[in-house]
C-alpha cells in the first residue's frame, strides 16, 4: 500500500488482515513476512534507496561546500601574499611601524584552524577505515591461501594413496593369477 508523506516519501505497511484475503491460508506467527508495496517492490529496498540518496545529496552538499571553501582559501591567501609583498616593499623605502596592524584573518582564524582539524579528523578517520579494510582483505587472503595450502597437501596425499592402492591391486592380481593358473580368468 503506498502512502505519500512530505516530498515524495512513500511510507510501507503492511495490508490490512480481512481485506481481499479470504482465499488465502493463514501465515504461521514464526514464518516472516516480507513487506511490500504495488507490484511487489520490497520496502527494504525502497528504505536503502532512500538512504543512498540522502547520503548522496549530503556529500554533493559537501562537495560544493569544499569547492566554495576552496576558493575562499584561494583568496584569502593571495590577500595574504598581496600583504607580504605589500610590506616587504615598504620596508625597503621607509621602515614605518605595521607590527600592529590587523592580521588577515583577524577573528575568523579560530575558525579557520577548526575547519583544518575538523577536515583533517575526517580525512584521517576515512583512511583508517580503508587501512582497517585493507587489513582485513590482507587477513582473509591469507587464511583463503593458507586454506589452498591444506586442500592441495591433502590432494598430493590422497593421490599417493591412491597409486599405493592400485599399486597393490596389481600385485593383488598378479598374484592371485600366478596361484590359480590360465584357467581362471576373473578381473577384480
Not at 72 to 85: P, T
Not at 108 to 125: D, I, M, N, T, Y
Not at 130 to 146: F, G, V
Request: with cysteine; net charge positive; aromatic share 2%.
Amino acid at each position: 500500500m503506498l502512502g505519500a508523506g512530505p516530498r515524495g516519501a512513500v511510507a510501507c505497511r503492511a495490508p490490512e488482515v480481512g481485506v481481499g484475503d479470504a482465499r488465502r491460508a493463514p501465515r504461521a506467527r514464526a514464518e516472516r513476512r516480507r513487506h511490500t508495496i504495488t507490484n511487489g517492490v520490497d520496502c527494504g529496498l525502497l528504505k536503502q534507496v532512500k538512504e543512498l540518496e540522502q547520503e548522496q545529496e549530503l556529500l554533493l552538499q559537501g562537495l560544493e561546500m569544499m569547492a566554495r571553501g576552496r576558493d575562499w582559501y584561494q583568496q584569502q591567501l593571495q590577500r595574504v601574499q598581496e600583504h607580504q609583498h605589500r610590506l616587504g616593499q615598504s620596508r625597503a623605502g621607509a621602515d614605518f611601524g605595521t607590527a600592529g596592524g590587523p592580521r588577515p584573518l583577524g577573528r575568523l582564524l579560530p575558525k579557520v584552524q577548526e575547519v583544518a582539524r575538523c577536515l583533517g579528523e575526517l580525512l584521517a578517520a576515512a583512511c583508517a577505515c580503508a587501512q582497517q579494510t585493507i587489513l582485513m582483505l590482507k587477513e582473509q587472503n591469507r587464511l583463503l591461501t593458507q586454506e589452498v595450502t591444506d586442500k592441495s597437501e591433502r590432494i598430493t596425499q590422497l593421490e599417493q594413496e591412491k597409486s599405493a592402492l592400485i599399486k597393490q591391486l596389481f600385485e593383488a592380481r598378479a598374484l592371485s593369477q600366478q596361484e590359480a593358473g590360465p584357467l581362471d580368468s576373473t578381473f577384480i
